[in-house]
């Protein structure tokens, strides 16, 4: 098991950007949180397996219609949490 700490910038505020890493992440057994961040970027916390953590960072990369990722800032450990999902904050 790994974590990825994500932050994403480009087009991914109030484009249903958050709802679509949920739905990736539910895909790929991926587990954590995703939030907006003050300053326009989209944070991401990702706990699974490596494997399952690359899949699901190239399908957010290819975005959707209206979220365009232009970058992502990766951080990569061992898991400082275990999460039993993965979960839209405020």
Known sequence: MKQFHLIFKGKVQGVGF???VQTLALENNV?????N???GT???IAVASTESLHTFLEKI???TRFAKVQHI???ESEPKELF???KVMY
Request: charged share 35%; net charge positive; aromatic share 18%.
């Open 18 to 20: 958050r709802y679509f």
């Open 31 to 35: 587990t954590g949180w995703v939030r």
């Open 37 to 39: 961040k003050a300053d």
């Open 42 to 44: 989209v944070e991401c």
């Open 61 to 63: 990369k290819k975005g």
């Open 73 to 75: 800032e990766i951080t």
């Open 84 to 86: 039993s999902n993965f």
